[in-house]
C-alpha cells in the first residue's frame, strides 16, 4: 500500500507503484478535475500540487507521492483558489474548459512563492501548460489579476 496526504486527508492505495498519479486520483479517489491531455507531461492539463509544487501527474509513478502532500483542485486552498476562480471569472477565461483546472494549479505554484509576478513572470511560468481554445491572452490577465486580489485580500 502506498500512503499520502490527499487534499488534506491520509488515503491509501493498493495500485501498482508505477501507476500514474493522475489515474490513482482520478479513477481511484473520483477526483475528475485533474485532465488527461497529452499524457506525457508536454500540456499541463494534469497539474496538481505534491508538497506545495506543481507537476504533471500524468507522468508521475503514485509511489513518488509516498508520505507526501497531494494537492488537486478540488483541494485548493481557499486563500489560493478564491482570488484566482474570481479573476478566471472576472476575465472570462475558459472557453471549453478542458485546461483551466491545470491552468489553476499552476498559476497557484506561481503565486504562492511570488505573489506579485510581472507579465514576463507569468508568461515564463505559465509557457507549458497549453490551450488548445488560445486563451493564452486572458490566463495572462488571470493570474495578474488573481495575484491582486490575493494582495487585496492577504
Ligand atoms: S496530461 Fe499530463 S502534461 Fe499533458
Ligand atoms: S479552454 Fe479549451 S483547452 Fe483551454
Given at each position: 500500500m502506498i500512503s499520502f496526504t490527499?487534499?488534506?486527508?491520509t488515503v491509501s492505495t493498493s495500485a501498482e507503484p508505477d501507476t500514474p498519479l493522475l489515474w490513482?486520483?482520478?479513477?481511484?479517489?473520483?477526483?475528475?478535475?485533474?485532465?488527461?491531455?497529452c499524457g506525457i507531461a508536454r500540456c499541463g492539463a494534469c497539474t496538481v500540487h505534491l508538497s506545495g509544487r506543481a507537476v504533471r501527474s500524468c507522468s508521475l509513478a503514485v509511489a513518488a507521492a509516498a508520505d507526501q502532500q497531494?494537492?488537486?483542485i478540488e483541494g485548493l486552498a481557499p486563500a489560493q483558489a478564491i482570488p484566482l476562480e474570481r479573476?478566471?471569472?472576472?476575465?472570462?477565461?475558459?472557453?471549453?474548459g478542458y485546461c483551466q483546472s491545470g491552468q489553476i494549479m499552476q498559476a497557484?505554484?506561481?503565486?504562492?512563492?511570488?505573489?506579485?509576478?510581472?507579465?514576463?513572470?507569468?508568461?515564463?511560468?505559465?509557457?507549458?501548460?497549453?490551450c488548445r481554445c488560445m486563451s493564452y491572452t486572458r490566463?495572462?490577465?488571470?493570474?495578474?489579476?488573481?495575484?491582486?486580489?490575493a494582495r487585496e485580500e492577504g
Open positions: 490527499l487534499n488534506g486527508k490513482v486520483l482520478r479513477d481511484e479517489f473520483n477526483l475528475k478535475g485533474t485532465k488527461f491531455g497531494v494537492t488537486t479573476a478566471w471569472v472576472q476575465e472570462q477565461v475558459p472557453q471549453c497557484a505554484d506561481l503565486l504562492e512563492r511570488n505573489p506579485n509576478p510581472s507579465e514576463e513572470q507569468v508568461v515564463e511560468h505559465m509557457k507549458d501548460n497549453l490566463i495572462k490577465k488571470a493570474v495578474l489579476t488573481g495575484a491582486a486580489l
